[in-house]
């Protein structure tokens, strides 16, 4: 799976319900304002495929991917910004 890319100056995250860093990731982009989509790996099975070749076979979330199509795995909200430019 080529995961989609994100537009300009928001991210794609994969997540899971019950994944604490996940919540607590996606409030601090809401606090600043930075977009972001969430897609379950739970719900998609491509999806965690794709989090797993990231992720050297492991489903580790949250996974972001960058409009440039990088991805980093639990990055903190200002690991984010830095690589949006915001």
């Not at 537009?7 to 899971?16: H, K, N, Q, R």
């Not at 979330?61 to 910004?81: C, E, H, K, Y």
Request: aromatic share 6%; hydrophobic share 35%; with cysteine.
């Amino acid at each position: 799976m080529t995961p989609p890319t994100p537009a300009p100056g928001s991210v794609t995250m994969y997540s899971t319900t019950w994944c604490g860093y996940c919540h607590r990731l996606r409030k601090q982009l809401d606090s600043v304002g930075i977009p972001y989509d969430v897609i379950d790996i739970e719900q998609q099975p491509d999806a965690a495929q794709f989090v797993e070749t990231v992720n050297g076979g492991n489903q580790t979330v949250p996974t972001i991917v960058f409009p440039d199509g990088s991805a980093a795995t639990n990055p903190s909200l200002a690991q984010v910004r830095e690589r949006l430019g915001v």
